[in-house]
């Protein structure tokens, strides 16, 4: 199934507003509305047309609002993290126009995506609102420290890699590296949250960190579930044409959206539609 996106633009009350790649299943109604967030590293954004991630969640049965933040280091911490929470609520408050006003609301994204997705589950539970009903986090940058054995078999590392340099231009001053809204893997407090699907893949410089991350939402008591896929080039492959690996990710969010809301997805809404 090929889910062609609108491109929208979205007021969101506060500050400027937020193009968006929208991804709507055909025959969807009443489904969980997804905000995804796409990597870069924390980099400037490319304006790629291609969304893996984002399509698989719509094939998987939701209606998916995919946002272009603000990056790059004229963009550090906290201000693609409060533009993308300040764009959380608008779609709650008008879930409606976008799915239905039973729908529930998810957050999702990859790599930078992935930790800017679950600052804001984090966000939403201390700030009490809006209500998510689940976080879906693939290869997640959520460790400032990038000292896991993981990053060490990749090669990569605290210097002299992407993820280092975006790292740098996320946090602007190291003083902030210890922020749980801007590195998750601080987070103290973890109970509370929305239930959690992590995603990574054998040879994925992020893998330990994600792994960890589930690990201590598990020992929170907040429903997670993790899985490392028999994938390779996670993450840059994320932002990829369709690769092997897409069935078995479309599989993983399908059987999430399930288990979180079983009223909302319709059975015949399956990875195989």
């Known amino acids: 199934m090929h889910i062609v996106p609108t491109t929208e633009r979205i ?6 507003s937020v193009v968006a790649q929208v991804y709507r299943h055909p025959v969807a109604r009443q489904v969980p509305l997804v905000l995804h967030l796409r990597g870069g590293a924390f980099l400037k954004l ?5 969304r893996p991630v984002a399509a698989l969640l719509a094939e998987a049965g939701a209606v998916v609002v995919s946002a272009d933040y603000p990056a790059g280091a004229a963009s550090p911490f906290p201000g693609a993290v409060e533009a993308m929470y300040a764009l959380l609520w608008r779609l ?3 879930r409606a126009h976008w799915a239905a006003r039973a729908s529930k609301l998810f957050v999702a994204g990859e790599e930078a995506g992935g930790n800017l997705a679950a600052a804001l589950a984090l966000m939403s539970r ?3 609102g809006p209500p998510l009903a689940g976080q879906i986090l693939l290869s997640p940058m959520l460790d400032a420290g990038m000292a896991t054995c993981s990053y ?3 090669e990569a590392g605290p210097v002299g890699c992407k993820w280092a340099d975006g790292w740098q231009a996320y946090l602007g001053t190291p003083t902030k590296a210890g922020h749980p809204y801007a590195a998750p893997s601080c987070g103290s407090r973890l109970h509370g949250l929305p239930p959690a699907l992590v995603l990574t893949a054998h040879d994925d410089p992020m ?17 997670a579930q993790a899985c490392t896929l028999n994938a ?4 840059d492959a994320l932002a990829g044409p369709s690769a ?5 990710v479309r599989d993983a969010f399908v059987t999430f959206f399930a288990a979180v809301v079983p009223t909302l997805v319709p059975a015949s809404l399956t990875a195989r539609s």
């Open 46 to 50: 490319s304006s790629i047309a291609e």
């Open 207 to 223: 893998r330990d960190e994600s792994l960890c991350y589930a690990r201590r939402l598990q020992e929170a008591g907040t429903p």
């Open 11 to 16: 007021d969101v009350g506060c500050g400027p």
């Open 232 to 235: 390779s080039g996670w993450p």
């Open 244 to 248: 092997p690996w897409a069935a078995e």
């Open 152 to 154: 060490r078999d990749a």
């Open 92 to 94: 709650y408050d008008r």
């Open 126 to 128: 201390d700030r009490l």
